[in-house]
C-alpha cells in the first residue's frame, strides 16, 4: 500500500522568502502525485499534479513541486511566498488502477510573518 | 458554473442521532469519495463509488453508510455506532477513464456532536 509522509508539521517563513515542504512518498511502481492547498475551514484546491514525464511541474499561484525518484520525494516549492500562501499543504499520492483512490499525508501549516 | 456542493456547513447533533451529509456534483464525474479530516491526522477515505448504485469501504467506514442512487449524488450518513463523530468531511469527485486523475473537493461540513 502506498503512503505519504510529510516531516514538517508547522513551517513559518517570511514574506517575500522562499519556501520548500517536503513530500516523501512510498510506493513500488510509478506514482502519480498531487499537492493541495486547504484555507481554513474550507475544502482543498489542487495546487499542481505529476503524473509521468518532465519531472519538474509549475502549478498555479507560482508553485512548482520536483518529482526525484532516487529520493521518493514530491517536494513543493516557491520563490517568493506571500501572506496569502498562509494555509495548510497536503501531498497526495495515487495508485494506477487503485480506483482513483488518493492517499494523503497529514499536511504542513504555514504561516507567514509580514 | 461546475463544482461540488455540501449541505450543511455546519451540522450539531445530539448523540445517538443519525445524521446524513450532503454531496452533489455537476461536474459528470464517475467517482465520488468521502472523507474525514481530524487536526493532524490529514484526510481518511470513509467511503468511494465509482459507478451508480456501487459502493466501496475505504480505511474508515465503521459507524457510517452511503448511497449512490444517482451520478451526481453521494450522501453519507454518520450513524450512532460512529464513536466519535465529530470532525470536518470532506466530498470529492473524478473522472475514472485512464485510471489517473485528480480528484475535486467540495467545501466541507463540519458536524459537532454533543
Known amino acids: 500500500a502506498q503512503s505519504v509522509t510529510q516531516p514538517d508539521i508547522h513551517i513559518t517563513v517570511s514574506e517575500g522568502a522562499s519556501l520548500e515542504l517536503r513530500c516523501n512518498y512510498s510506493y513500488g511502481a510509478t506514482p502519480y502525485l498531487f499537492w493541495y492547498v486547504q484555507s481554513p475551514g474550507q475544502g482543498l484546491q489542487l495546487l499542481l499534479k505529476?503524473?509521468?514525464?518532465?519531472?519538474l511541474v509549475q502549478g498555479i499561484k507560482g508553485f512548482e513541486a520536483e518529482f526525484k525518484r532516487s529520493q521518493s520525494s514530491f517536494n513543493l516549492r516557491k520563490p517568493s511566498v506571500h501572506w496569502s500562501d498562509a494555509a495548510e499543504y497536503f501531498c497526495a499520492v495515487g495508485a494506477a488502477g487503485g480506483g482513483n483512490k488518493l492517499t494523503f499525508g497529514t499536511g504542513t501549516q504555514l504561516k507567514v510573518e509580514l | 458554473d461546475g463544482g461540488i456542493t455540501q449541505s450543511p456547513k455546519y451540522l450539531f447533533r445530539k448523540e445517538g442521532q443519525n445524521v446524513t451529509l450532503s454531496c452533489e456534483q455537476n461536474l459528470n464525474h464517475d467517482a465520488m469519495y468521502w472523507y474525514r479530516q481530524d487536526p493532524g491526522q490529514g484526510l481518511r477515505l470513509i467511503y468511494y463509488?465509482?459507478?451508480?448504485?456501487?459502493?466501496q469501504k475505504g480505511d474508515i467506514a465503521e459507524g457510517y453508510s452511503v448511497s449512490r442512487e444517482k451520478k451526481e449524488s453521494f450522501p453519507l450518513t454518520v450513524t450512532s455506532a460512529q464513536k466519535n463523530p465529530t470532525a470536518f468531511y470532506l466530498c470529492?469527485?473524478?473522472?475514472?477513464?485512464?485510471?489517473?486523475?485528480?480528484?475535486?473537493f467540495g467545501p466541507g461540513t463540519r458536524l459537532t456532536v454533543t
Open positions: 463509488s465509482q459507478i451508480v448504485n456501487d459502493f
Open positions: 470529492a469527485s473524478s473522472i475514472m477513464a485512464g485510471g489517473r486523475h485528480e480528484q475535486y
Open positions: 505529476y503524473f509521468s514525464g518532465d519531472t
